[in-house]
């Protein structure tokens, strides 16, 4: 426990690493009892450090799916096309890699067709968030469109949560435009002098006036969603963060 703490801290201080990718670590570990059974890594690498999962979780078997071989994943494939039966997996992980496909519906579709009834998706997507892994970087999701393709993908959203607020865009920004800083000596000692400020306004979005202002709301790196197998197609209710702060 007090390493993963101390890694979390660690994240808001390394230039290397963007405050949505520490938020959402954070977040993904208050999920990680979901996750469980068989499990579908859509676009995950094999290697990659989840510290999010703890030694006592009850995953059985992480199967990892990924378009490019070099990844060494345990299924080669597209996710618009995934090489598996119907209702064969109970947990399905679609993190960060929505945004890198040409299909997001008919990815959205497919993992749902390969969850059994009552299975989990874990999904993040980003909204205000730089362009990565350029050209293979296609889109950016709203709230709504995130509802949207839930629906038609059959799938129940049971909550909805915002990484990161207006804060949190404007310091993964600038933080951001200077980890591209060429000169080494000017890159830290500009990050070292904006670290104190982005510390204070990352941390200011734990306040409630801040977590129920529109106008902070209104922005965000984009989204954690889980989301659940509908039994009835159509009747799709959705619990949202956003709408709990409205």
């Given at each position: 426990?007090?390493?993963?703490?101390?890694?979390?801290?660690?994240?808001?201080v390394?230039?290397?690493?963007?405050?949505?990718?520490?938020?959402?670590?954070?977040?993904?570990?208050?999920w990680?009892?979901?996750?469980?059974?068989?499990?579908?890594?859509?676009?995950?690498?094999?290697g990659?450090?989840?510290?999010?999962?703890?030694?006592?979780?009850?995953?059985?078997?992480?199967l990892?799916?990924?378009?490019?071989?070099?990844?060494?994943?345990?299924?080669?494939?597209?996710?618009?096309?995934?090489?598996?039966?119907?209702e064969?997996?109970?947990?399905?992980?679609?993190?960060?890699?929505?945004e890198?496909?040409?299909?997001?519906?008919?990815?959205?579709?497919?993992?749902?067709?390969?969850?059994?009834?009552?299975?989990?998706?874990?999904?993040s997507?980003?909204?205000?968030?730089?362009?990565?892994?350029?050209?293979?970087?296609?889109?950016r999701?709203?709230e709504?469109?995130v509802?949207?393709?839930?629906?038609?993908?059959?799938?129940?959203i049971m909550?909805?949560?915002?990484?990161?607020?207006?804060?949190?865009?404007?310091c993964d920004?600038?933080?951001?435009?200077?980890?591209?800083?060429?000169?080494?000596?000017?890159?830290?000692?500009?990050?070292l002098?904006f670290?104190?400020?982005?510390t204070?306004l990352?941390?200011l979005?734990?306040?409630?006036?801040?977590?129920h202002?529109?106008?902070?709301?209104?922005?965000?790196?984009?989204?954690?969603?889980?989301?659940?197998?509908?039994?009835?197609?159509?009747?799709?209710?959705?619990?949202?963060?956003?709408a709990?702060?409205?």
């Amino acid at each position: 426990m007090m390493a993963r703490q101390w890694g979390n801290a660690m994240a808001y201080v390394r230039l290397s690493i963007s405050y949505r990718r520490a938020i959402l670590n954070t977040l993904l570990h208050k999920w990680q009892t979901q996750v469980q059974g068989t499990v579908l890594d859509v676009g995950g690498i094999k290697g990659n450090p989840l510290g999010f999962i703890s030694a006592e979780s009850n995953v059985r078997k992480w199967l990892y799916l990924n378009i490019r071989p070099t990844h060494a994943p345990d299924i080669v494939a597209d996710g618009a096309h995934i090489p598996l039966s119907a209702e064969a997996i109970d947990t399905v992980l679609c993190l960060e890699t929505l945004e890198h496909v040409h299909d997001p519906l008919r990815v959205m579709r497919e993992m749902s067709r390969v969850l059994r009834p009552a299975g989990r998706l874990l999904l993040s997507v980003p909204f205000l968030y730089r362009i990565h892994s350029a050209p293979n970087d296609f889109w950016r999701f709203t709230e709504h469109q995130v509802q949207r393709m839930a629906k038609e993908a059959d799938l129940e959203i049971m909550h909805i949560e915002r990484v990161g607020l207006l804060f949190t865009v404007l310091c993964d920004t600038t933080k951001q435009a200077i980890s591209e800083i060429r000169f080494p000596p000017l890159r830290w000692f500009t990050w070292l002098l904006f670290l104190p400020l982005a510390t204070f306004l990352v941390g200011l979005e734990r306040l409630g006036m801040v977590r129920h202002s529109k106008v902070f709301t209104s922005f965000t790196t984009g989204y954690l969603v889980l989301a659940t197998k509908a039994e009835k197609p159509g009747n799709v209710p959705i619990r949202s963060q956003a709408a709990e702060e409205r």
